[in-house]
């Protein structure tokens, strides 16, 4: 019998047409990082298209102004909540973030707020930085995003992310609390920080971390840290988070019930999907309240699997520190007779880091993501193609996303404490599969694994992340100083943005097997495709 395709996960991907409709593809693994408390439900078979809910649902695009109201319902669904949706009469003060200002801000204010009308460092309210930036002409072009059939250009307009000339809070009457959830990421402590050291140029004095993620809220053994420049002066020169991580936690009302009672009124939440979901419910719930609090996300996942984002801090000392995983395996293979490395990176849905990570070490000869279906056996399969290249090179590397290939693994319904489906271990499989298939066949091979993944994740940042976890630090601190609330900052054509967290949430950013990024790794591997 025919050997089942690995799963298929994600947007817009359609398989190809040699696959049967009986090849189903089971849901076990597919989108994982979405959280239960998402409230998604999710069918439990894929079959031969998978597609997301499209925001163009509903538009009629023979309608001559469908375009007009197209971007009408963009600009509401991308228009960030701000403190005057709910306190009309709030009032806006001078801002006390002005760099033309040297000394240090007076802890009383007894001069009024200090500001320099001369000074241009001020981000307008109607600044906007466009979402999509390339024009494709026809659907059919690689990797093409088109919102009708014609793929008509349609401009997306998002808000600029930076410091306003009015803010919403004074600084005096501000106690800010800082969080880190889920796992380990490269520029924790970078974050961290950023934001405490912005904080106090805005000159407030309370600041605290909150220990061990969400559970730091209820948990009596667990006291909040005072936090200030001193205490936070060189936490970003090692990995890890000054203030611990955790996964799950109480209930978004017992979160909002220890705010209040600790007089939390800014709320700065790192972490991912689940966390940012997190972050949402406590937004509304102190709406509810009408508590006058700004709740931030700062988007942390080493996936980079979040939509809309150029990337997400973490990622590049993640792919940075997977190529030395994948140069280690090459010399392993390259020096032993018939020698095959093979690099399990992270990625439960999303095959960024492996993508990137073959690309870059250039080292690579079969990459296997979860979005992409393979067969390991088989005359396409991925073991006749190791065959192939011990014949003819003499020595192969394969790097594996861990979500890549999870119908080849035994299910279990173990989840984490976020809710996340506890993934088999691709790496040891194709390991024990690969042993097995050249004893088989009575040819030597020489199998290294090599699994870098907890290495990876403790990592401190490097250089590129350290600038991304600064800017994206200082602009949090910027966005709830504006009144702004239930927002998350990120990075969008280079440019730094503010968006709303429902948007960024809704499902996983994955990689599309059609995009230039995938063409361009499959260029550099010359690996077939595996089915």
């Not at 990797?143 to 600029?160: F, L, S």
């Not at 009015?166 to 970078?190: H, S």
Request: with cysteine; proline share 6%.
């Amino acid at each position: 019998m025919m050997e089942s395709l690995s799963p298929v996960i994600g947007p817009k991907l359609v398989l190809p047409a040699k696959i049967s409709l009986s090849d189903h593809v089971t849901f076990g693994s597919v989108l994982p990082s979405l959280r239960p408390n998402l409230n998604r439900k999710f069918c439990k078979k894929l079959q031969v298209h998978v597609e997301k809910k499209s925001p163009t649902s509903g538009i009629d695009f023979s309608d001559p102004d469908w375009k007009s109201k197209y971007q009408k319902d963009f600009e509401a669904r991308f228009n960030i909540p701000h403190l005057t949706d709910v306190f009309e009469d709030a009032a806006a003060y001078p801002s006390t973030f002005c760099l033309r200002m040297r000394t240090p801000v007076t802890e009383d204010f007894a001069d009024g707020y200090p500001s320099d009308e001369k000074w241009h460092g001020y981000i307008n309210n109607n600044d906007r930085v466009l979402l999509k930036v390339i024009n494709y002409s026809s659907p059919t072009s690689a990797g093409a995003e088109c919102i009708d059939p014609d793929c008509t250009w349609v401009e997306q307009w998002v808000h600029r992310a930076g410091p306003r000339e009015k803010i919403y809070f004074k600084p005096e009457d501000v106690k800010a609390a800082v969080v880190t959830c889920g796992g380990l990421c490269p520029g924790l402590n970078d974050v961290i920080r950023q934001i405490v050291i912005t904080l106090e140029i805005y000159g407030v004095k309370k600041i605290v971390g909150i220990p061990f993620g969400y559970r730091g809220f209820s948990e009596e053994e667990l006291a909040e840290m005072p936090l200030s420049r001193k205490v936070v002066q060189n936490v970003h020169l090692s990995g890890g988070s000054l203030l611990g991580v955790s996964r799950g936690g109480p209930s978004v009302s017992e979160i909002v019930d220890s705010m209040e009672e600790r007089g939390i009124n800014m709320l700065f939440i790192l972490g991912g999907n689940g966390t940012h979901a997190g972050a949402n419910a406590i937004h509304d719930e102190c709406r509810k309240r009408r508590l006058k609090v700004a709740v931030v996300g700062v988007p942390k996942t080493i996936d980079n699997d979040i939509l809309l984002m150029d990337k997400t801090f973490g990622f590049d000392t993640a792919v940075e520190e997977a190529q030395r995983a994948i140069n280690s395996a090459y010399i392993e293979a390259h020096s032993a007779y018939r020698g095959i490395g093979i690099v399990k990176l992270m990625g439960r849905s999303s095959g960024f880091i492996a993508m990137h990570a073959s690309l870059s070490s250039g080292q690579t000869d079969i990459c296997l993501i979860p979005e992409v279906p393979f067969r390991l056996h088989g005359p396409h399969g991925v073991l006749s193609h190791l065959k192939y290249l011990l014949e003819t090179k003499g020595s192969a590397v394969v790097c594996a996303a861990e979500g890549a290939g999870q119908n080849f693994l035994e299910k279990t319904n173990a989840k984490d404490a976020s809710g996340n489906i506890v993934l088999g271990d691709i790496g040891v499989h194709i390991q024990q599969e690969t042993k097995k298939y050249f004893k088989e066949i009575g040819i030597p091979a020489d199998v290294k694994y090599i699994d870098p993944t907890y290495m990876i994740r403790a990592c401190r940042a490097n250089a590129s992340d350290g600038i991304l976890c600064a800017v994206l630090g200082q602009n949090a601190v910027h966005g709830a100083f504006a009144g702004y609330s239930g927002i998350t900052v990120g990075i969008c054509n280079t440019h730094y943005v503010y968006l709303p967290i429902p948007e960024v949430i809704s499902y996983p950013r994955v990689v599309d097997p059609n995009s230039r990024m995938w063409h361009r790794c499959l260029t550099s591997t010359g690996q077939p495709d595996f089915i």
